[in-house]
């Protein structure tokens, strides 16, 4: 393409899923008819160059195979190749074929007192509203809890942690769900994170640029209190020991590190098109 086109919806307007009434009324639906419009006019080799340069987010497909269910309860998958799915399992192959890492540290969610976004908003605590189709998150515990009601359907714990805008709250009634399933919980909860987390830094201009610019560094969350989402390690108690022996699994850690690659992946050639409303 010679000049500059639009931008593929998903970038256009990250917070409207696929399938949502959102592009079927209102401004979604005027950008979305403008946007096939100009793209029928497009030569094959255009469009062909153009879905190159913008693939379709992880988080778009309405098809089974990527999507992952329980009742009435769905997320996405991400389980395509783009997916890196980071671990302590894969951290440790790195570490033993001699890659290095810079390691970022990060815990608490606090903005600091110059007021430029840093790493604490990599916290699930931090609070920076964000939505996703028509429902408004104040941070990703929110996010995060809210899943965890919807998907053991319990529809009275999650109208409480959606009325609530403070994360400590948020967590506790997270483990007053009903029906709680561990086994359940197991398979589902990273998926969720990384939806809420990709939906979260697509939108956020300057949360987005401080992930990304952490480059390919290995983000770990130093709580010593949580061993699931964290190393299970203060930094100062981290920082005198190999990565592999953390005592936690970093579920947090690794998924941004997938969100950032997904991000990167799909804004790699955004300077490339134009974000204009019609």
């Given at each position: 393409?010679?000049?500059?086109?639009?931008?593929?919806?998903?970038?256009?307007?990250?917070?409207?899923?696929?399938?949502?009434?959102g592009w079927r009324m209102g401004y979604g639906?005027?950008?979305?008819?403008?946007?096939?419009?100009?793209?029928?006019?497009?030569?094959?080799?255009?469009?062909?160059?153009?879905?190159?340069?913008?693939?379709?987010?992880?988080?778009?497909?309405?098809?089974?195979?990527?999507?992952?269910?329980?009742?009435?309860?769905?997320?996405?998958?991400?389980?395509?190749?783009?997916?890196?799915?980071?671990?302590?399992?894969?951290?440790?192959?790195?570490?033993?074929?001699?890659?290095?890492?810079?390691?970022?540290?990060?815990?608490?969610?606090?903005?600091?007192?110059?007021?430029?976004?840093?790493?604490?908003?990599?916290?699930?605590?931090?609070?920076?509203?964000?939505?996703?189709?028509?429902?408004?998150?104040?941070?990703?515990?929110?996010?995060?809890?809210?899943?965890?009601?919807?998907?053991?359907?319990?529809?009275?714990?999650?109208?409480?942690?959606?009325?609530?805008?403070d994360p400590s709250e948020i967590k506790q009634?997270?483990?007053?769900?009903?029906?709680?399933?561990?086994?359940?919980?197991?398979?589902?909860?990273?998926?969720?994170?990384?939806?809420?987390?990709?939906?979260?830094?697509?939108?956020?201009?300057?949360?987005?640029?401080?992930?990304?610019?952490?480059?390919?560094?290995?983000?770990?969350?130093?709580?010593?209190?949580?061993?699931?989402?964290?190393?299970?390690?203060?930094?100062?108690?981290?920082?005198?020991?190999?990565?592999?022996?953390?005592?936690?699994?970093?579920?947090?850690?690794?998924?941004?590190?997938?969100?950032?690659?997904?991000?990167?992946?799909l804004r790699e050639f955004e300077d490339e098109?134009?974000?204009?409303?019609?």
């Amino acid at each position: 393409m010679d000049k500059k086109g639009m931008a593929p919806l998903w970038l256009m307007y990250p917070h409207i899923p696929n399938g949502s009434i959102g592009w079927r009324m209102g401004y979604g639906e005027s950008y979305g008819d403008e946007f096939y419009r100009w793209f029928h006019t497009l030569s094959r080799e255009e469009k062909e160059e153009y879905n190159r340069k913008f693939p379709e987010p992880v988080c778009w497909s309405l098809s089974e195979y990527n999507l992952m269910r329980h009742h009435t309860f769905w997320t996405y998958q991400w389980n395509r190749d783009t997916c890196r799915h980071y671990s302590m399992e894969k951290l440790r192959e790195e570490r033993a074929a001699g890659k290095e890492r810079e390691i970022i540290f990060f815990w608490g969610h606090q903005p600091g007192k110059e007021g430029k976004t840093g790493k604490e908003c990599l916290s699930q605590w931090y609070q920076a509203e964000f939505h996703v189709g028509h429902v408004a998150y104040c941070c990703m515990e929110q996010y995060l809890m809210a899943g965890k009601a919807r998907l053991f359907e319990d529809s009275e714990t999650e109208k409480k942690i959606m009325q609530s805008a403070d994360p400590s709250e948020i967590k506790q009634l997270g483990r007053m769900v009903k029906g709680f399933d561990e086994d359940v919980w197991e398979r589902f909860r990273v998926p969720i994170a990384l939806t809420g987390n990709y939906y979260k830094f697509s939108q956020l201009k300057e949360q987005r640029s401080y992930l990304l610019g952490t480059g390919d560094s290995l983000l770990a969350e130093a709580s010593p209190y949580d061993d699931i989402w964290g190393i299970g390690l203060d930094q100062a108690h981290a920082a005198g020991v190999d990565v592999t022996g953390w005592r936690g699994l970093n579920l947090l850690g690794f998924a941004l590190m997938e969100v950032r690659e997904e991000i990167r992946r799909l804004r790699e050639f955004e300077d490339e098109v134009v974000f204009q409303e019609w």
